[in-house]
């Protein structure tokens, strides 16, 4: 069916980094970094028509060098900051800033979206989430739900709170703290947990999920040998707000009661090869997204361990005429954890995916060799899981 | 009738006795009288001549009257000559007659006499007993005293004589003579003086019953003794049921000494390990004879096997219950039913009260065996056990022939029934013990060579194949650890059968119970034994994939190589022979669903699969982690122009040669595709991109030029998936691929994370060039690694800031002098 063919984008860079724009509710719309070190590198602003089925681009520069990470505002739509490698006399540095996209790049789009000739618009450099001695910038995280003023960065082994003043043009460290331990630590992601009026931090390092506090910047939890090889990558449950998924080499994807860390509450081994991200839908926290560097990104349903095992819960409007009827239903058809569906339009490792922040039934996927996938949610399951 | 002529005679003889005898006439005749036949009654002489005149000519009358006067004279001599004959006839008959009557009238004389004769007989008679009258009513009462007196003689020697019955200790005559006496003193114990012989009787009786008591209560006296007192005791009107019950517990008294025998020698073993002790004890046969005597004191190592055990609770508890319940029958159940006592309906009372004590008692006894087979764990020797067993079971069929409706031998062939199945879990559990063993044996054989290969040579392969550094004892080789192996649980399952199959042997007696003709084939044997174990064997197989975790570390890969090869072996060969080989020795009758040869070998062939997975994800791992800490720690933008092959690189390539001689010892080599002659001669094109067309793609936006060039093109020849972590199939080449695979694709992953400087991509040209060289020999597909190279130079290439690559000749150089 029409609905369910997935709709491909590609870009003439290669692409690690990928993200929802948060702060948009209305639009689908995803924002991917490109990664050149010959040529300038930009962030494409991808919006995607529903209706009709169509991608509307729009291309802004990215001067500072190729783009590691990126992640929009919770708050306002044009702020974003970028992870972006700079090199300078033979050293390279991973370094983190906050950008406004510019206010007029729609319109200016919307003249020739197929026309690359078009001079592109910059990004305006906001501030720099910069401390040298801080080391290499891994990603930005800001806080879930919040006004957008405040974001943590996770650079090699510290972890730092920044407040964003005077419309995020002035960063200052409000706190930070250090990861203790024998050799070279380093964070490879992080999540800002949107639960617990959003105090608590999870990273990944290594083998190794920790749990922090922000507010007293210290160590809550630490799940040692959450994975066999290294973690790559972690998410909340947006509904249960003690759960989290994460995923590594190890080719599994792990789910984690973090109040029980000795045991993964699940584990999935779909994947033939390392697994880069991980992600809870917004909505409907039984689905879960995967991308693997097997090219292949797995849309998975994993009722048992979801907030709502069985199905959506009916409102309570309706609740009292439907009731029996829903009673009857849930006993029909219990579903089980299951893989959803395979997507292999990708040819090149996925390193990312994102649901989109306005569709709950939408999500996007970006391979390295730049292809970016939208597709949907069957629609079969949609039904069932709404109905 | 003159005229009549002779020879018609006959004729009218004949029908003169018929009319005699008025037989049915001949009705012709009879109904049409000729009035002319001459012979016939109805003769009319008047018609007839008339007849004649009438008809016939004078001659014929001449004729015919010459012919009548013939006849007529023939008739007449006739009459004459019968009428002579009756004539003298009726002389002697008058002359009898009369001499009769001279006869008669002597014998009427006699006659008169005689009864004269008897007139006199009768007065005389009628005179002598008018006489002897009043005598012989004198001499009837007479007698009638004499026997009253001689009664009332006994009646009061009786207490003398009772005294003195039971002064000789003769109960029996005591009894005897109380008995006749009893109703008569009963009679007439309203006077006076028979109630004083009566009390005295009593006294004395009530005395004798006491004695019997006594001595029925005595635990000496003997079984037959015993049974005369009850005897006794119950023709003194003592009630049965109480006889019954003082019988018994008498018995049970006797009994329960046996089982405390039984109970002490378990008590005194319990304190001991019996696995250990069991061999010692049953090395050293001298000792249990002992310890039944003094078990008390005796030291822990003379503990007695099960044997003697159940020996000896047969010999004394079982056979003595026989005893008891034999005796018991004899006196109680199946007496002749006399008198009164019949009336009791006593064998039923009896007989239901010997079942109560003859089961509680063999509970107690079955309790007791139950606790000593249990302590029977060692599973050394089996034949102990099974004739232990079938002694116990045997005698238990005597207590069944003689105590029909008793539970008890069902009761004993449930703890038979119970004991093997015992029997076969601790076999269960042997055997899975002896496999870990034995495993940890392969462990340790394999931990030698691996440390000699450390140390030795970097050709670590050669040790593993079997030459070994000289001097040492060389360390046994894969192939002959994997047989030996296999061997040793082949054998070990056969002597477990062959132990087990005792249980099934002609010779023991429950080897007929359906039990053991059955279940204990199908369910214990091959399913809880054999199949059990084979299944276990691959459950720990699997577990070694799972629990080894994604370290590696704990289990050595190699162990998983051998494991997942004996799985193999097991799917191939050895699990049908073990299920044939159960099959042909238990007979199994499948009754009841059992597991399929094909399901187990499909179990087998699954876990060496998931082994072989395991293990290529394991070897992988440790190359690429290799890999990965040689591109992650480097700083590859600052990097020195290339001069070698980077050490890790040539790491990558031992490792892997070890890795293909260690697979190569176990699995075959595999198909693989015809490479071409100058594999190791192939270019990298650097500038390739690992970007491709996107075909058919229905909304794509074209954003850039698309530029296609050679790795695209190779690209398309490759357009199936690589999967990395993907089965391997059973073969050197497949494992190899495997683990190859993952290696390069770990590489780049690494590369793709990295920035390069020039020098660091003319570096990479440099490995991957290496890698090349020595790689392509080991995969199933060459173009497998040459496209994973292509990538890895190819992301370097795009990582790189400078990207100006290595002259493919200079790379060459440098490569084959590394």
Sequence with gaps: ???????????????????????????????????????????HIIDFDDENNIINKNVLLHHAGEIWHISASPADKGVLTTCYNKTSESRVLTCAAVWRMPPEWESGSHESPDDSSNSPQTLELLCHLDN?????????????????????????????????????????????????????????????????????????????????????????????????????????????????????????????????????????????????????????????????????????????????PFGHLVDDDDLSDSEETHHEEKSKEPLQDSIIATYEEHEDSVYAVEWSSADPWLFASLSYDGRLVINRVPRALKYRILL | MEAESGSSSPGRKRRLLRLYYSAAPEPQQEEQPDPCDINGAQFDPELYLNKLRKECSLNELMDQESCMVRQIRSLDSDMQTLVYENYNKFISATDTIRKMKNDFKKMEDEMDCLSTNMAAITEFSARISGTLQDQHAQITKLSGVHTLLRKLQFLFELPARLNKCLELQAYAQAVSSHCRARCVLQQYSHMPSFRGIQDD??????????????????????????????????????PAEELCDKFLSHAQTRLEADLQGLEAELRDSAPIDVSTQKLSSAANPMSPSESSTSSHFLSPAAQTDILEFIDRGCNEFVSNLCLVIASYQELFVNRPQEGELASKNIPQMANSKLLVFVDTLAARYFSLVERRIQEEKGVGDNSLLVRALDRFHRRLQAVSKLLPGSAVPSQGTEIVIQAARERIKQYLSALQSFY??????????????????????????????????????????????????SNSILNQIKSVLASVHLFTAKDITFSSKPYFKGEFCSQGVREGLVVSFIKFICQSSRQFCESAGDRGGSTPPVLLLLLSRLCLDFETSTISYILTLTDEQFLVQHHSPVTAVTALCAEAREAAQKLLNHYVKVQGLIISQMLRKSVETRDWVNTIEPRNVRAVMKRVVEDTTSIDVQVGLLYEEGVRKAHSSDSSKRTFSVYSSSRQQIRYAPSYTPSAPMDTNLLSNIHKLFSERIDIFSPVEFNKVSVLTGIIKISLKTFLECVRLRTFGRYGLQQIQVDCHYLQMYLWRFVSDENLVHFLLDEIVGSAAHRCLDPSPMEQSVIEVICERG
């Design chain 2, 436 to 485: 870990l063993d034995s495993l940890t044996d392969v462990r340790q054989a394999l931990a030698a060579p691996r440390l000699s290969v450390g140390g030795t040579s970097s050709a670590g392969g050669g040790a593993l194949a079997g030459s070994g550094p000289p001097g040492k004892e060389a360390p046994p080789s894969l192939p002959d650890l994997l047989t030996s192996l």
């Design chain 1, 132 to 308: 040298t001695a801080h080391g290499n910038t891994a990603c930005v995280l800001w806080e879930p739900m919040g006004d957008g003023k405040r974001v943590i960065s996770l650079a090699d082994s510290h972890v730092v709170l920044w407040d964003l003043q005077e419309s995020s043009t002035k960063a200052t460290i409000s706190s930070s703290a250090t990861l203790e331990g024998k050799g070279q630590l380093k964070f490879t992601s992080g999540k800002w947990s949107p639960h617990h009026n959003c105090t608590q931090l999870a990273t990944a390092n290594d083998m190794a999920i920790r749990g922090w506090d922000l507010r007293s910047m210290s160590q809550i939890y630490c799940i040692e040998n959450a994975h066999g090889q290294l973690v790559r990558d972690l998410d909340f449950n947006p509904n249960k707000q003690y759960y989290l998924a994460s995923c590594g080499d190890d080719c599994k994807v792990k789910f984690w009661d973090v109040r029980h860390i000795n045991e993964p509450v699940k584990t999935l081994e779909e994947h033939s090869h390392w697994v880069w991200s991980v992600r809870y839908n917004h909505s409907h926290d039984q689905l879960l997204l995967t991308a693997s560097s097997d090219s292949r990104v797995i849309l998975s349903n994993m009722v048992s361990i979801s907030s709502e």
């Design chain 2, 201 to 238: 009787c009593h006294a004395i009786m009530e005395r004798l019953a006491q004695q019997l008591r006594q001595k029925f209560r005595d635990g000496g006296t003997s079984a037959k003794e015993l049974s005369e007192c009850v005897e006794l005791l119950l023709q003194l009107d003592e």
């Design chain 1, 1 to 43: 069916m029409e609905d369910d063919a997935p709709v491909i984008y590609g870009l003439e860079f290669q692409a690690r980094a990928l993200t929802a724009q948060t702060a948009e509710t209305d639009a689908i719309r995803f924002l991917v970094g490109t990664q050149s070190l010959k040529f300038e590198n930009q962030i």
